[in-house]
């Protein structure tokens, strides 16, 4: 057999998977009561079944992970190539700023306990091991394994292995401590002040949609044709602008490597443009025909959304765990119970409409990746309605700018560590507070007196 299974394999293992999880969701009642993902279900029976427990599927975790990260991408594009909602543009301008200020609050915070670490007990730690709780939580295993990496050049031995562990046990913390504050909010709603209901999800959704039967090309294909078009243009752009800025040095190559992360923000960005010169024509009057079908768009950001979250899941080595365990368990466990603590904080002071599912959501997307976060959105917005999905890609394209400056002060505890000057780390905890403080003054104050105006 010359052909390579591989990628179709694994595909079909998910597949199993996801249909097991549907019918332990069915038969077992605890299951059917919480408000726990199916593809959430999938994954950890991914690990229950994959290399590292029982053996019986040989999966592989590098391409876990690479089907993890481009199904991400295209989950998104997808979404993004429906029509914009004019109504979530304040909302998704309010997720931009509070993605902006999470990445600060957790590398604040982070750092401060990567200090205290290294002076109270464990004094060979890298100092800025700290930052790894922004870079693993936040952003991903990628970028926490990027940077780790290249400190081990420093003497930060191990460090690439050390970003994956804490952005193993963010996902841990997305995974179950999203599934705990979602159950949490819906049943207690009352005392943490959000006026929610619990959910109800349609167990059969009948539709009835408007699609177009071509001579020589399916509805659908034209979906995927178009999907396929926005992400060769975003990997084409990334290619050369990423070349571009990576001769500027270290923050050309770190601002490269965050860019990489972000594929599916830049890849958005493709997505409205190639909707806003769809839609241009189409009110030019030359075209009359509706090519671009949303229903069609949403099943299949939908789908690839259940298998990039099986996937994800199924991807996780715990054996990866087993260096660094103490400083990695502290300091994930101080930020995910600091990162839930604000994202509630913050998500019933800014959001008028659908609090609930933004703040898990968001404590999904910031503690794990965009995949466990679109994840727990599914249970309480299985078609995504809400608007909730568009508001996080929409706002990520804003705060990749936003976060620019962090890009820059991320470079000072480094240059700090490497010419043995600690006062470094004093100068970049100072320009972290006047940023967060920045963002809080100029966002988040006119941002909470208009949503009381509104109110009263």
């Known amino acids: 057999m010359d052909q390579d299974w591989t990628v179709v394999l694994d595909f079909a293992y998910l597949s199993i998977l996801l249909g097991v999880a ?3 969701k069915r038969i077992l009642t605890p299951l059917s009561k919480i408000l726990i993902p199916n593809s959430v279900i999938a994954g950890f029976l991914g690990i229950l079944f994959g290399p590292e427990v029982l053996k019986l ?40 700023f509070l993605i902006s200020i999470s990445y600060a609050l957790q590398g604040f915070v982070g750092f401060i306990i990567g200090i205290a670490l ?18 693993g939580f936040a952003q991903g295993p990628g970028q926490a394994y990027s940077l780790g990496s290249q400190w081990e050049a420093l003497g930060f031995t191990g460090g690439g292995a050390v970003g994956l562990s804490v952005a193993t046990l963010g996902f841990l913390w997305s995974a179950f401590g999203g599934i705990v504050m979602l159950n949490t909010m819906v049943y207690r709603k009352k005392q943490i002040g959000i006026q929610i209901e619990r959910p ?20 659908f294909t034209i979906q995927i044709l178009a999907v396929g078009i926005v992400y060769l243009a975003t990997y084409l752009f990334l290619k050369w602008f990423t070349g571009l800025i990576g001769g500027l040095g270290t923050f050309g190559e770190t601002f490269a490597q965050v860019l990489w992360g972000f594929h ?66 502290i300091l994930t466990t101080i930020g995910g119970l600091f990162i839930a603590g604000y994202s509630i904080w913050f998500g019933k002071r800014i959001y008028e409409k659908a609090p609930l599912e933004h703040i898990v959501t968001f404590f999904g997307m910031h503690t794990g990746t965009l995949s466990t976060g679109m994840a ?81």
Do not use: C
């Open 57 to 96: 599927i040989p999966f592989s975790y590098d391409r876990l992970g690479n089907l993890v990260y481009h199904l991400m991408a295209v989950g998104f594009i997808a979404i993004a190539l429906k029509k914009t909602r004019r109504s979530t543009a304040k909302s998704s301008v309010n997720t931009g």
């Open 264 to 329: 599916f923000v830049i890849g958005v960005l493709f997505a409205m443009a190639f909707r806003a010169i769809y839609e241009k024509f189409r009110k030019s009057g030359k075209y009359e025909t509706e090519y671009m079908n949303d229903f069609l768009l949403q099943r299949i950001g939908g789908g690839v959304f259940d298998f990039m979250v099986a996937a994800s899941i199924a991807g996780i080595s715990f054996s990866v765990i087993q260096h660094y365990i103490w400083p990695v368990i």
């Open 200 to 219: 109800t999800v349609r167990k059969r959704i009948e539709a009835t949609i408007r699609d177009f039967e071509f001579s020589d090309i399916d509805g």
């Open 22 to 24: 549907s019918v332990l």
């Open 376 to 456: 727990l959105l599914r249970e309480v917005d299985p078609t995504f309605e809400t608007g909730t999905a568009e508001d996080m890609v929409f706002g990520s394209g804003l705060a990749l700018f936003l976060g620019i400056p962090m890009l820059i002060l991320l470079n000072i505890p480094i240059l700090g560590y490497r010419e043995g000057k600690p006062i470094y780390y004093l100068y970049f905890l100072l320009g972290l507070a006047a940023y967060i403080l920045a963002l809080y003054f100029f966002w988040f104050r006119k941002a909470r007196i208009r949503k009381r105006e509104k109110a009263n």
């Open 118 to 135: 290294v002076g109270l007990f464990f004094k060979d730690l890298f100092p800025p091991f700290g930052l790894l709780l922004a870079l």
